[in-house]
């Protein structure tokens, strides 16, 4: 199978979120960046499963400038074949979404494969925009994938109050949730290999950014906890009652 | 014209249909112009729409759209918008909102945003809107600068209020084309109200011990009428289903009221937590990091506190 996996630049969980410029920029200073986790954990790992019983390869794609590649040798640390960074400041997710369609629309994936949504900006728009434009079916927040042949896949998705199983042939584009696959730690040999798999960069395509962040601010400190004697629930609940009014 | 798509789960609209329908409505009167609602499939009594500030509902019933395919929502979606003369569509920020919302948006080449939780408002020839981001550690706002825009509203923002009466309901006729999804099969959990939808959360971690010792988180939460959670660490080893994980890989949650036991409080449980209105913290160990997050602390050991803490409840209920 030809698989393409989409992944993205966070920053790491436990950065320390700040702005600068009066407020109008993330605060990049200090920050440690990983591979978004939905993308790294179950989006690649699966796709490598799929590669691996199927045969084929496994390119991963990211939309960025050259300070992702640390990231994207990552990727192929943990077993893609090869990687393509599209050279672009990712704009809004529509920016990112035409780039990716505008390099997969002639490369014939057989499934294109996101995660779920990236821990910063928690859009879950990307993966849909590039199922529209390359108007391909779309199985979003998918916890499971099974495959007996290539070109029928059987995924188990989210949907409002439960999950659904659903068929569907390929192509089709899928974003992964927790339970798609297990976490992939790269070893020795796959970080020494990961040196010499290519990496392709390519040019973007014009597109234009229609939804801009202008602004940014935190939210107001929390004051201190109450504390509440253990022994006294009654004004535990008094408190849920009447001060909190959440009871 | 803003047209809002109303969801109805097997027939029935719940708290969220009508959130975002109330939301739509005020983003009309912001924009000042006006909200109409969009129904897709067999839906009880859609003209109820009209009191949480849809002007006119409008109704697309084809076997066609008894099942959600993204793929086929968005062409659906997007004729009603066309026909209607809608430039602004709002979805809400669940399931279904996030597995339209990239579509669409690519559809009308429409500038997007996603689980936003403030009015928009005017600015220049733009319209701006605020939605959390970094998992709730901050907000950005957004400027939206094109001919049409896809929004999906984060649930829990507002609490919808009648504003009107029940609405004209027209029936609208648009290609519904095929599915390229077969519905293998629908599993729901019954009875619950889902997580991100629930008002009042109680959710336990590493603290219980051991899978059997729940019951008294059970119990606390039936008494709260409460939906139940539960930290990664748990729904790793398997001591609670996967579907019950909050935090930053698991579910983002912003109920009225987090309850949490037993839970340290790890900044990635934090991510999907802190945007809950009051968090209780239960914890044997004044040090635990969760604290400096919480509205009110019980320093104790949780196999006593709640017990009594379940007990309060029900006197408090009982009055």
Known sequence: ?247 | MILVFAEHQKGQFKKAAFETVFYGHKAAEALGTECVALVLGDAENPEELGKYGAGKIYHINDPGVAQIDSQVYTSVITQAAEKIGAKTIILTHNSTGKALIGRLAARLDAASVSGVNSIPEKSGDAVKVRKPVFSGKAFADYELKSDHQVISLMGNSFQPAEVGSPAEVEVLDVDVPDSRLTIKDVDRVEGEVPLPEAELVVSAGRGMKAPDNWGIIEELADELGATTACSRPVSDVGWRPHHEHVGQTGIAIRPNLYIAVGISGAIQHLAGVNNSKTIVVINKDPEAPFFKAADYGVVGDLFDVVPRLTEAVKNFKGE
């Open chain 1, 1 to 247: 199978m030809k698989l393409l996996v989409c992944v993205s630049k966070t920053p790491e969980t436990t950065a320390k979120i700040a702005f600068t410029d009066d407020n109008t920029r993330f605060d990049t200073s200090g920050v440690q960046y990983i591979m978004n986790p939905y993308d790294e954990w179950y989006a690649l790992v699966r796709a490598l499963e799929l590669k691996e019983k199927f045969g084929g390869s496994v390119t991963i794609l990211n939309v960025g400038p050259a300070s992702n590649d640390t990231v994207i040798r990552k990727g192929l640390a943990i077993g893609a074949d090869e990687a393509v960074r599209i050279d672009a400041e990712p704009g809004s997710a529509l920016f990112t979404a035409k780039q990716i369609a505008a390099y997969a629309k002639d490369q014939d994936f057989d499934a294109i494969f996101f995660g779920k949504e990236t821990i910063d900006y928690n859009g879950s728009e990307v993966s849909g925009m590039v199922a529209e434009l390359l108007e391909l079916p779309f199985l979003s927040f998918a916890s499971k994938l099974e495959m007996e042949d290539e070109n029928k896949a059987v995924i188990t998705r989210d949907i409002e109050g439960g999950t659904e199983t659903a068929e569907v042939e390929a192509p089709f584009v899928l974003s992964a949730s927790k339970g798609l696959a297990e976490q992939r730690i790269p070893n020795m040999r796959g970080i020494m290999m990961a040196k010499r798999k290519p990496l392709n960069v390519v040019e973007p395509v014009a597109a234009e950014d229609v939804a801009v962040t202008v602004n940014y601010e935190l939210p107001p400190e929390k004051g201190d906890v109450k504390l509440v004697d253990p022994e006294n629930m009654e004004e535990l609940v008094r408190l849920l009652h009447e001060e909190a009014k959440a009871i």
